[in-house]
């Protein structure tokens, strides 16, 4: 199992049947009896079921015949002390859990909503990148804290493949930062773009049908990459006990063909952010004619954190690649190079989150910024059309001020009319009061703009115009307890306000139907006429006295 390993000839004790580890003595011929091996090389004892350390202070003080040792520890336990690996896994976990502190203050900034939802534009696009963000900071920090144990076990085991284990869903996670940090930019581009006039660009065109489509193409390659890797059996990773053992087992399956086709797919992601890029600033910033101008423009335009942090992905996908070809720099080896180790591995992915988070604290949220926006053109237009709005303390100072609820103000306003039912209440009462103001200005009138002042002055005098409608009577209020009759007894005073000279003969018990002039209705012969908007009024009647609705 190991090198150096001397199953038949055990250190030299005081006979042949005696063995010495450090100064203890075992029974030899017990010891091969149930099969075990001695490993100078780590100072283990195993027959391939149990495994023993025998360096002090863990060497056993004996064993039975029976095969048990006394005082024995077994061998995959952390009971070395911490090394470099540890030391500087523990550092890169405080800066990583630090970071997850400062993106959750920037998703709960970026996250809240100052504006209606739009369907267009879900509010859980703009959070996808602070949600990636949190996952690579959990994946790290369970991936260092895991790899202390690394340094810790005398047996290479089970830490090494968990440590690597959310290494590599860092890597997928970190590539997923930054394609949603581009995605949403290009989102954010396009809101701005289109919210002066939301007609201005098709959703079912061939930009709004590449940008459906490249998410799910990304993401395509990304899950790709995470079942050609994760899915896997790592236990051939732990066969680090001997070089032996390392070149027989550990470098191929660490340098396989599907490592090396999950690199390939990574760097397909990371030209997919970039055609995600180049698509935004193409249909969403201003066009540059010739080729050296459109490479300074696309690079003028993108925003300075992608310039930083496209490289940086990059890098990541860089190292994975090397790692799938050179087994000495990978942090699946176990006595790995830690410096290309924790600067390839480690310190892209926290560079990347460093700087979404203070590109987080720099920008405003977007509502508030697209309300900031609306603001400015309005502004603008108002001095186009030479508009001065005052400022919002002018309503307070004045006290024109709308507090309370939204249902608050519409109780006020209706108390303002009068409340409950509303509308018959009040035009009773103001028919009222105009036919009171009818019968008291009737005999002092002499002159007036409006046709019933006329007609009101001519028969206050005791004479009229000849063939003139009398006036009409005063207004009686109804004081039954049926609202429909309420109603028609209003509809029937508005109307002999506004027609004076059409009078309504019907009795106050009979139906709704009012003729007017008392003249019914006849169909017209073949020689008349006929037209939908002819009146029913006699042309040899005087004509209509038609009052103005201020009169009423």
Known sequence: MFLLSTRDGFP???????????????????????????????????N?????????????????????????????LATDPIGDRARAGIGFAVAFALCLIFILVNLKKHGELHLPAEKRFYPIGRRWQWYWSIFVCATALVGLFTGIDVDRYHVVELPIVLNNFFWYLMQIGII??????????????????IDPN??????????????????????????????????????AIELQRSPEQTIENAIPAATDGRFKAGTFLLFVAWCTIMVSLWHSIRHYEPRNRGFFNRIIGFLGYMPFRFTLMIPLALAVV?????????????????????????????????????IQIIAGFMRPNEDRELLRQRR??????????????????????????????????????????????????????????????????????????????????????????????????????YGGKSDQRRSERTVEAVAGLLFPGASTNTPEGRGRGLEVANEQPRRPGTNERSSSTASGVSTSGPPQQIRSMLDI
């Open 198 to 235: 939301p007609f201005v660009l098709q959703q079912n065109d061939k930009r709004g049908m590449f940008e459906l489509w490249l998410p799910i193409i990304f993401y395509l390659w990304l899950w790709l990459n995470f079942f050609l890797i994760i899915p896997r059996n790592w236990g």
């Open 48 to 76: 391939g079921s149990w495994c023993m350390l025998m360096n002090p202070p863990y060497t056993p003080k004996g064993i039975l015949t029976n095969g048990t040792f006394i005082n024995s520890t077994w061998c995959y």
């Open 12 to 46: 030299k004790g005081d006979n042949a049947t005696d063995t010495i580890f450090h100064n203890i003595h075992f029974n030899a011929s017990t010891l091969n009896y149930w099969n075990y091996t001695y490993y100078p090389i780590n100072g283990t004892l195993s």
């Open 318 to 354: 860089a190292y994975q690649g090397l790692c799938s070809w050179d087994f000495g720099l990978s942090p699946l080896n176990a006595k790995t190079n830690l410096l290309a180790m924790y600067l390839g591995g480690y310190a892209p992915t926290f560079l990347i989150l460093v």
């Open 176 to 193: 997923a930062v930054v394609w949603e940090g581009v995605r949403h930019w290009g989102s954010w581009m396009e809101r701005q773009y």
């Open 376 to 477: 400015e053109r309005g502004q603008a237009l108002d001095q186009e059309l030479g508009v001065i709005r005052k400022p919002a303390w002018w309503r307070r100072v004045n006290g024109d001020v709308s507090a309370g609820s939204m249902r608050d103000r519409i109780m006020r306003n209706v108390r303002e009319v009068g409340g409950g039912r509303a509308t018959g209440r009040e035009v009773e009462r103001l028919a009222e009061r105009r036919a009171a103001e009818m019968e008291s200005d009737a005999a002092t009138r002499n002159s007036g703009i409006e046709m019933n002042g006329i007609r009101g002055a001519n028969s206050a005098r005791g004479g009229g115009i000849p063939g003139s409608a009398p006036p009409p009577p005063p207004y009686t209020p």
